[in-house]
């Protein structure tokens, strides 16, 4: 079945890069995503990767697709105060129409 | 360019009453989502239609949960009667278009709505 999971919580200091897993089971993923949610607001995306694609890169945001290992990751350089949220992880599959949330990382940013 | 409206915000119902929730997407986005977001998890699927057709329903419990889109714009979804694990944010998203499929591309950026907040005492 089709399932994405990821680790609950991350704590790190201010100003250090923050790295949030994410792994998933079924293999025909075609696009991977991470969103951001902030307290009492809707999702955002950040950034999505094509299943074809090792790495990109965004500004502060790189992420990196491991397709053998079904390893997702999301990778914030120098992490603020701001980017203190809930991060989900999804995935859309070629034989489905719709996407898998992860249940998101908490990531808390210490001073 | 406004985004995805939803209301209420907030809801407080008993168990065993009726709630409904409306959704407005961005304008001229064809396909819709409506979303389950229960505490401590990621969202899940509940609907998705394209214009005033569903694409995938295959996830409401359509025993209580309805949802219709009449005029392809914007969505009604329903419960009724509630069950006290019907707690959760609903949250409402659109996209531009996916196609005749429904499938989702890459670039199809999901617009989320800030959700309604549903409690069921």
């Known amino acids: 079945g089709e399932d994405v999971e990821q680790s609950l919580f991350l704590s790190v200091r201010e100003g250090d890069s923050s790295v949030i897993n994410c792994t998933y089971t079924?293999?025909?993923?075609?696009?991977l995503y991470w969103y951001k949610q902030e307290p009492g607001a809707g999702l955002q995306l950040l950034t999505y990767?094509?299943?074809?694609?090792d790495m990109k890169q965004d500004q502060r945001l790189t992420v990196l697709l491991n397709k053998k290992d079904k390893h997702l990751s999301l990778r914030i350089a120098d992490t603020q105060t701001g980017d203190s949220a809930i991060y989900f992880c999804?995935?859309?599959?070629?034989?489905?129409?719709?996407?898998?949330f992860g249940s998101g990382t908490r990531l808390s940013i210490r001073p | 360019e406004a985004g995805v409206a939803q209301s209420p915000r907030y809801k407080i119902i008993e168990k065993r009453q009726s709630v409904a929730f409306w959704c407005n997407p961005i304008?001229?986005?064809?396909?819709l989502y409506w979303y389950q977001q229960i505490l401590g998890q990621g969202p899940k699927l509940l609907i998705q239609?394209?214009?005033?057709?569903?694409?995938?329903d295959s996830q409401l419990p359509k025993d209580r949960f309805s949802a219709e889109r009449l005029k392809g714009v914007d969505s009604t979804l329903k419960i009724q009667p509630a069950k006290l694990e019907d707690s959760a944010v609903y949250l409402c998203?659109?996209?531009?278009?996916?196609?005749?499929?429904?499938?989702?591309?890459?670039?199809?950026?999901?617009?989320f709505g800030p959700g309604t907040r549903l409690t069921v005492l």
């Open positions: 239609f394209q214009n005033n057709g569903v694409v995938d």
């Open positions: 998203a659109s996209i531009p278009s996916s196609g005749t499929s429904g499938k989702v591309q890459g670039t199809d950026t999901q617009y």
């Open positions: 999804a995935v859309a599959y070629s034989s489905a129409s719709k996407i898998i």
């Open positions: 990767i094509f299943s074809n694609m």
């Open positions: 079924d293999s025909s993923s075609t696009y």
């Open positions: 304008s001229g986005h064809a396909t």
